[in-house]
């Protein structure tokens, strides 16, 4: 069985750079996991190819999930009512994201939609914290 496709996106220079507090940086990585991709094969086996038909459907189901195409960012630091760029690099604008892990203070967050773009996501958060964010299209 193939291996599922990971993409390791490194990280870039934020052109939101003025937006940060000094000493702060992007994350080093994001991790990018978008499903399987499963070629067909024909067989004489009739079986075989109905196998195979149901495994493309169950994955097609799973690949289908408006979840599915994101990056998980992990290690994220926010100051308090500081905005904060984080890259993710999807190659369009994120529809949302998931706060997974909060370090720190339970902290609420806010998106700045007239910040965000292709590249970035720029969050605000009310107490100081570090966390792991799921950002999706």
């Not at 496709?5 to 978008?34: E, H, K, W």
């Not at 994101?70 to 994220?76: A, D, R, S």
């Not at 203070?105 to 799921?134: K, M, Y």
Request: charged residues 15%; hydrophobic residues 40%.
């Amino acid at each position: 069985m193939p291996r599922v496709p990971v993409r390791i996106q490194p990280s870039g220079v934020s052109r939101f750079s003025s937006l940060a507090a000094a000493g702060r940086s992007v994350p080093q990585a994001s991790i990018r996991q978008t499903g399987p991709a499963l070629s067909r094969e024909h067989f004489d086996d009739r079986r075989l190819n109905a196998i195979q038909d149901k495994v493309n459907t169950a994955l097609s189901i799973a690949k289908g999930n408006p979840f599915a195409d994101g990056n998980l960012i992990e290690g994220v630091t926010f100051v308090a009512s500081t905005l904060t760029p984080v890259y993710h690099n999807l190659g369009s604008t994120p529809r949302g994201y998931f706060v997974l892990n909060i370090i720190g203070n339970a902290a609420s967050f806010v998106r700045i939609p007239e910040h965000t773009d292709a590249q970035f996501l720029v969050l605000g958060a009310t107490l100081d914290c570090t966390a792991d964010i799921w950002i999706y299209i």
